[in-house]
């Protein structure tokens, strides 16, 4: 579990903050980071021996072959040996791990020797490189050698967990029962402090969600891919540090092309259970973001890129966190994106929480009571776009088709007002629905944005909240 403490890493980061963002947001960043500590309370449950035993038994009705790729250079002995024992201790046993090693030292070939030699494990497969490619092209080295169905990717200082590539199995099994064949599969994930031998920080995540990977990678690790679509795409190397999140984005264009982004979501599945561990020490990007802030910049230019391959007219700009961006279409994101047919944003009462805006689909408001200058935790997810089940009627703009619907639901024509919205490059205008002829409740309210946006997602439309978009309610 977690030490729930404001420790010297969260200190460093608050200051790397500062530097970039200011004082005004550097203080609501450390202020909620420190709330956060307070309320943390993690431990990650390893599976028992007899869950694993039963999954071992279980596990001869699935068929696929995992290959599981590791980049290696140069990797701590240590790191080294515990990353193959975790995938050694795997209670799904159809898998190979090929380790691409574009180290010159020798230090990783005896490693592995040496856990062949005393194991007979001929499952571990090593592959010296002539050189150092880069991390792309070293992994795309072990991609073109691997035989499995699917390909896993994993670095070669972190753990998955001894149920990983059971789950994935069993989830590939549940997916075709109902017709899909999956082009990826990823898997919750949590931090592992190696210095105080605890798991942290874990990261729950949504299911594929468009907007929401155009934000940020939130899918990230453990991901295995179709290996006929990954040997065809392959990781570029002009977007080393981003290549994972480079290849999510491509797969999913890749899919668009035959199918609509509905069908695009089903083939992307996710397990929602902590199957891998991202060890932090000194030089991992999980304990030191500013080790690799080249990485970021390449995620914004392999987001760029993708809005280019979409036809989408578009700007991409870091937002307050590293790692996550904020998309400003041209002219406006109705205009260029046909299938989004709602835009929200978020409602704020007067004490600056949000009261409204993105909703689940029983009405329930996502982020509330978070305030205003919060991102909703180490996620930043309260800050990011995102598409959502539901979006409140006050602070929302339809495109045209749904203008008959909006009149149907609330007896009114559709007609808009003006709000000024904020930006990572300043203020714009922004027009929303103006609701001031509907008189109700706030249940009657949250009843008419759910008919509208069920509407909306009847008729094959995403439901886009923007959190840059926000109306504070007045009070009566």
Not at 20 to 41: F, Q, S, T, V
Not at 131 to 158: M, Q
Not at 320 to 349: C, K, Q
Request: hydrophobic residues 35%.
């Amino acid at each position: 579990m977690g030490n729930g403490s404001f420790n010297w890493d969260n200190l460093n980061k608050t200051i790397r903050y500062l530097k970039r963002n200011g004082l005004y947001h550097a203080w609501y960043a450390a202020k909620e980071r420190i709330e956060d500590g307070r309320r943390a309370d993690y431990r990650y449950a390893e599976p028992s021996e007899q869950e694993l035993a039963e999954q071992r038994g279980n596990a001869g009705r699935f068929t696929d072959l995992f290959s599981i790729v590791v980049p290696a250079y140069e990797t701590n002995p240590r790191f080294l040996r515990e990353m193959i024992d975790s995938v050694r201790r795997q209670s799904y046993g159809r898998w190979e791990l090929i380790i691409a090693d574009a180290g010159g030292s020798g230090s990783v070939r005896s490693t592995v020797t040496e856990i062949r030699e005393q194991s007979g494990e001929e499952r571990i497969r090593y592959l010296a490189l002539p050189e150092n490619l880069g991390i792309a092209d070293n992994t795309n080295a072990g991609i073109k050698a691997a035989v499995g169905s699917y390909i896993g990717l994993l670095d070669h200082d972190d753990l998955l967990a001894p149920d990983a590539l059971y789950r994935m199995a069993s989830a590939l099994e549940e997916a075709r029962k109902g017709g899909i064949e999956p082009a990826l599969l990823y898997t919750d994930e949590d931090k592992y402090d190696d210095n105080n031998c605890y798991y942290t920080e874990p990261n729950r995540k949504e299911n594929f969600n468009l907007d929401l990977i155009l934000s940020n990678n939130y899918v990230c690790h453990f991901m295995a891919v179709r290996a006929d679509l990954l040997k065809r795409l392959r990781l570029r190397g002009d977007y080393n540090g981003a290549q994972d999140y480079d290849l999510v984005l491509r797969a999913a264009a890749d899919l668009r092309r035959d199918m609509p982004w509905r069908e695009v979501e089903r083939r992307i599945v996710h397990i929602p259970c902590v199957l891998y561990h991202w060890r932090c020490h000194a030089d991992s990007t999980a304990q030191n973001t500013a080790s690799k802030e080249y990485a970021y910049e390449a995620g914004r230019a392999a987001l760029a890129q993708f809005c280019r391959d979409m036809g989408w007219r578009a700007e991409v700009r870091h937002s307050l966190h590293l790692g996550f961006y904020e998309i400003t279409y041209l002219p406006d994101v109705l205009a260029v994106r046909d299938d989004v047919g709602i835009v929200g944003g978020r409602l704020l009462n007067a004490r600056r929480r949000i009261c409204g805006g993105a909703m689940d689909r029983n009405g329930g408001v996502l982020y509330e009571g978070l305030h205003r200058e919060y991102s909703g935790g180490g996620t930043h997810r309260a800050a990011l776009a995102q598409d959502v089940a539901a979006a409140d009627i006050r602070c929302m703009r339809l495109r045209p088709q749904l203008y008959a619907v909006f009149e149907q639901i609330t007896g009114l024509p559709y007609t808009e007002r003006t709000v000024s919205v904020r930006t990572g490059g300043g203020r714009r205008q922004e027009r929303i629905a103006d609701v001031s002829g509907v008189s109700c409740d706030e249940a009657g309210y949250r009843k008419l944005s759910l008919e509208l946006s069920r509407a909306a997602v009847a008729r094959g439309y995403h439901i886009l909240w923007d959190p840059r978009l926000t109306v504070t309610l007045r009070t009566k």
